[in-house]
């Protein structure tokens, strides 16, 4: 089940992640970087973990996986020169409309920017129409765990598809916890190790990793070029059991024995 992306975010990838990267090799994927989970969107039947340092994003996940669609549906509309703050709404959800009120960036704002404001592509904003769609898609990520935690201390007890999205080393300073904050050699050590599929993201010029050309792709930081490399765990494409590329009809949460977090 593909669905569409529940907030914009600096450096996601929405647009190219069914198309440009490997399908799921197994019934659990994991994303140790999670941000705005571009890739796991796309398998949303899938067992999706969610790892991400930020608590802003971990409990915007968190708030997404549990809300009632009515929840979504009574958020209010942000008026040109209105504030986030003027709502009497919980946190998470003020992080949710901020996110929506500028396109890709790395933390939430909390008025509209002057694209928004301008009014000339009012389905990317937020507004009746994003609202809707979150509404009827929340009801498909109620099995979706979220960590508030760093990728070194995600243990899934399983093979599973991995797809890292780090920082970038050259281009990740935007983010609250950056690339400045991240130990590169230990990441791909760490990468190397893991059981199952591995995917890894980076820019052009990174050798953490031994990356090869991907391709160019349009970030949602303001429409952007950006030269994406990849490393593959098995070099290879793998093809997925036909059971695994139908939605679950009744999603149900992975068991709290897994001992994800370590």
Request: charged share 20%; proline share 7%; with cysteine.
């Amino acid at each position: 089940m593909k669905l569409k992306r529940f907030f914009n975010y600096y450096g996601a990838k929405f647009r190219d992640a069914g198309s440009l990267y490997p399908r799921p090799a197994h019934e659990t994927i994991v994303e140790p970087f999670a941000g705005a989970a571009g890739y796991s969107v796309q398998y949303a039947h899938h067992k999706i973990i969610l790892c991400e340092i930020d608590p802003i994003v971990s409990e915007l996940w968190r708030f997404l996986i549990n809300a009632k669609s009515t929840e979504i549906l009574s958020l209010p509309d942000l008026e040109p020169f209105q504030n986030v703050d003027d709502f009497n709404i919980p946190q998470e959800a003020k992080w949710l409309i901020g996110f929506w009120v500028n396109a890709g960036c790395a933390t939430p704002c909390k008025s509209p920017s002057k694209w928004m404001r301008g009014g000339t592509a009012p389905g990317s904003f937020w507004g009746p129409k994003i609202r809707q769609r979150i509404a009827l898609q929340v009801e498909f990520i109620r099995h979706w765990q979220v960590f508030n935690c760093s990728y070194a201390d995600v243990a899934v007890p399983r093979a599973a598809t991995w797809f890292v999205d780090p920082p970038y080393e050259i281009a990740g300073k935007h983010y609250r916890f950056g690339s400045d904050q991240l130990d590169y050699q230990a990441l791909g050590d760490w990468c190397r190790s893991r059981d199952g599929q591995v995917i890894v993201c980076e820019n052009q010029g990174s050798t953490w990793l031994p990356f090869r050309d991907l391709t160019d792709v349009r970030s949602t930081s303001r429409g952007r070029r950006s030269k994406e490399v990849i490393w593959l765990s098995d070099n290879q494409l793998v093809q997925v059991p036909i059971d695994l590329q139908m939605p679950l009809p009744f999603p149900e949460r992975v068991t709290g024995d897994d001992n994800i977090v370590s």
